[in-house]
């Protein structure tokens, strides 16, 4: 095979063979074929797209390019999920330790954040001492014995995909369906899971800004899984506002704690339960979502979900002592009000330039590398539909550098837009494919 | 700028402004954006395409990326021609000395064989210590003394397109026509030419294949012509068989030493003749094609133009004992038929296949840096329309190796496809574009 002529039938609109999708993925891995002829490739990928088969096959190829991790010989069928990023989303620290108690193994691979969206990863890592640099037998290991564990990405597991991300990244190429659902799907497929949840967020702090182009995303995935022979969902949920109250760090591991135990923020808990249903459905621990979804409320309720995330902390050297007494955790020098201009409704919410606002106080990266304050970010516990009184808090800015602060305040009020009139609360969900 | 917004908007299908394109042409020339970016802009570019603003930008960003030739303090108004490359095509070494006897200066910059087209810089070397080396001043001074000049191109004119061509070569997208028009414009407009000639060709041994195509390509460098302030003229010239009857170096060169004084094919003399009016017209040594062709013609019949010739070959070191006695130049030690193998007309050839015919005989490059082989090539005195009898010779193969010769020989009557009925011959030109 010649890449040029692979190169030339895609951006002439033709389907690639599995065989060329497959040499092209082999040869870009190794570094037989360059990042410049790749590029040409995935530039024509992203004009002329893939059809179904020709994106199984890239997801495939993908992640069979590395280690594939098989974790049947500890545990019968495990369960993953995926969230597509977003501002405040927390999700995976409450529904994994519910599902986990309910007795379905949870192997998770999570990333770091990326633009204005947190990573699981550093919010866990605002608890002293918490790793996610497991081995892939303490990986294993810690599965079998917990039913938990929550890794980084190795670059071991789809390297392609590592590859193929970062050139896309420079070559403007990034927001193609194939491509995003190819790079998520074959980090899952490599992982091991059995059943995979997709959280596909739709809204202004979300990668896909309209509902079409999330359901088609999500189908796009949900196809793959299936040819892939695994058990596959997705959500469709709305990012229009930042998912439940606390932006940063520390301040969603304190959120998803006082969830765990039964307080927090209505929105996080139906989200958490919602999709730690679809999981315990897809492992098989109820016979109806409904059932499903008492299964983990009664988790919480009885504590073994709360149990669960204690076990996950210290099972990964995390400092139990801090998860118990939250305020031992990372706490921001200052604390500031951002109060309403005037009265009126929370109309709608530039949802990425609150992340933003979020990162630039240090709770994410500006540049690769950029070290993480975990105590800074946002409580922004007012929302879409919401009257206020000119002078009320809107939410909280947690700083450790005023300059930053002043920033913050300046850029989350231009991300409000303001309304005379009632205006209709947002949805948690706008739909199920599967 | 950044080069992701620039290569984002060309994906889109958006127009890219004057400020952007030079701004990538500076970078992608200083290396400051690397080769993978710049394939993901060109694939955009080939499957969105340019308007004609974009691509007269594109071409003058590449032609003033290096060093451009003014020869204005040794000639009034030079004149050049490009070929789009073909089977036979040894126009040049007929046209500029006509050009250069009726007192029109050439200063022309010319490339060497490229796939199954040969290069004129190789067929001037079959003479013995030709060189196509000259400095810029070496240049200059034999415009101003003997009104002809043939130097290879440099890598220090237009070096955006050397980097281009490049790339584009291994990434697929060769066949665009403002990537086409920009490369060879760029090189012309850098070499100083006042008025350009343009032979494009069409047909199965040229790189456009139908007439629409090549009328668009000729049309797209005529405007970058005009909008660049110099004279412009392009010929569609058929290119369904070799031109004239010689393929190979020193063949070629003995057709055109022939030529030029008074014998050879009618074909080259015509087609010669053509480029060398339309170069004394736009040089204003006459109000008429007609007139022009007449001057031309006078100084072939006079031997002017025979002595410029001989002028060439000694002011850039060549023997000019070989050019006058054509049996000195290179022969091959095999010369043998290629014989009709029925009664039959020639109803069409593959040009390209006879071209590649030639090159596998040594005539030109199979991988870059193979060394050519001057003596071998092939004699297709016979064309489409003709009428032969079984055993009659088509034409001759000349080589140094018996293998390659038997190969030649299948390939070249694979190449030919046989008509019971007459056949119509082919024209020599398809129009003008001006």
Chains 1, 2 share one sequence.
């Not at 545990?75 to 989303?89: E, L, Q, R």
């Not at 919010?123 to 001492?129: A, H, L, P, R, Y």
């Not at 695994?230 to 969830?259: C, F």
Request: aromatic letters at 4%.
């Amino acid at each position: 095979m010649r890449i040029v002529d692979i190169i030339e039938k895609k951006r002439d609109g033709g389907e690639l063979t599995t065989a060329e999708i497959e040499w092209f993925i082999a040869g870009y891995t190794d570094g037989s074929i360059p990042d410049y002829q790749a590029a040409a490739l995935i530039m024509a990928v992203f004009i002329r797209g893939m059809n179904r088969r020709e994106t199984v096959d890239l997801t495939l190829a993908m992640a069979r390019s590395g280690d594939q991790l098989d974790l049947h010989d500890v545990a019968p069928f495990v369960v993953d999920k995926h969230s597509s990023g977003g501002v405040g989303d927390k999700v995976s620290l409450v529904a994994l330790p519910l599902v986990a108690a309910c007795g379905a193994p949870v192997g998770k691979m999570s990333g770091r954040g990326l633009g204005s969206s947190g990573g699981t990863l550093d919010k866990m890592e605002s608890i002293t001492g918490w790793s996610p640099d497991l081995t892939l037998s303490e990986f294993k290991r810690q599965v079998a014995e917990i039913g938990l564990a929550l890794a980084g990405q190795t670059a071991d597991l789809a390297p392609a995909d590592g590859k193929l991300y970062a050139l896309r990244d420079v070559t403007g190429t990034v927001a193609s369906m194939p491509l995003i659902a190819a790079s998520i799907m074959s980090k899952k497929l490599a992982a091991g899971a059995d059943g995979i949840v997709l959280d596909v967020k739709m809204g202004s702090g979300a990668f896909m800004s309209n509902l079409d182009q999330a359901r088609e995303l999500a189908k796009v995935m949900v196809n793959i899984g299936k040819d892939a022979g695994r058990r596959t969902t997705a959500l469709i949920s709305d990012m229009n506002q930042p998912l439940g109250y606390a932006v940063g760090n520390a301040l969603e591991v304190k959120e998803a704690i006082e969830t765990l135990q039964g307080g927090g923020s209505a929105a996080l808990w139906q989200h958490a339960v919602e999709v730690a249903g679809h999981m315990l459905l897809q492992a098989g621990k109820a016979e109806t979502l409904a059932d499903a979804k008492a299964l983990a409320t009664a988790a919480r309720d009885d504590g073994r979900a709360w149990e669960k995330f204690r076990q996950l902390v210290a099972a990964q050297g995390g400092a139990v002592a801090e998860v118990d007494d939250p305020a031992r955790l990372p706490q921001a020098k200052l604390v500031e009000p951002i109060l309403a201009p005037a009265d009126g409704v929370i109309g709608a919410m530039d949802t990425a330039v609150i992340g933003w606002a979020s990162v630039k106080l240090g709770a994410g990266r500006m540049v690769k590398g950029d070290k993480i304050d975990h105590a800074v970010g946002l409580i922004m516990p007012r929302k879409v539909g919401d009257r206020l009184q000119m002078g009320e808090p809107i939410g909280f800015i947690h700083a450790n550098d005023a300059d930053k602060l002043a920033q913050a305040r300046d850029e989350i009020l231009s991300a409000i837009t303001w309304s005379d009139e009632a205006v209709e609360p947002l949805p948690h969900f706008y739909g199920v494919i599967e």
